[in-house]
């Protein structure tokens, strides 16, 4: 099973490769492919991408945690937090690589 990251650099020349652009292009499309991601993650908005899953940003409110080490209480403060929720596509063809890499 693979250990490997996938990088930026590796998305553009996956781009590169498969689609025909430039490399500067295939970087190009990739980084503003990222950025239109962020920009709406930043505003709070969820991205769906169908066959693939879901980013969601979810608020947390303030609450107290526990220092493990002293036991003392310490405030957490309020956030966002960004999910990923995988979809059943994506989910099937992750345990069908499973399979066919254990066959």
Known sequence: MGSHTVTRADLCEAVYQK?????????????QVLAEISAS???????????????IVRSKGERIGRNPKTG?????SPRR?????????LKQRINDALVEGVS
Do not use: C, Q, Y
């Open 72 to 76: 003392e209480e310490v405030p957490i």
């Open 81 to 89: 937090v960004m999910v990923f929720k995988p979809s059943n596509v």
């Open 19 to 31: 689609v025909g652009l430039s490399r500067t292009e295939s970087a190009e499309l990739v980084e």
């Open 41 to 55: 993650l930043e505003k709070g908005d969820s991205v769906k991408l169908s066959s693939f899953g879901s980013f």
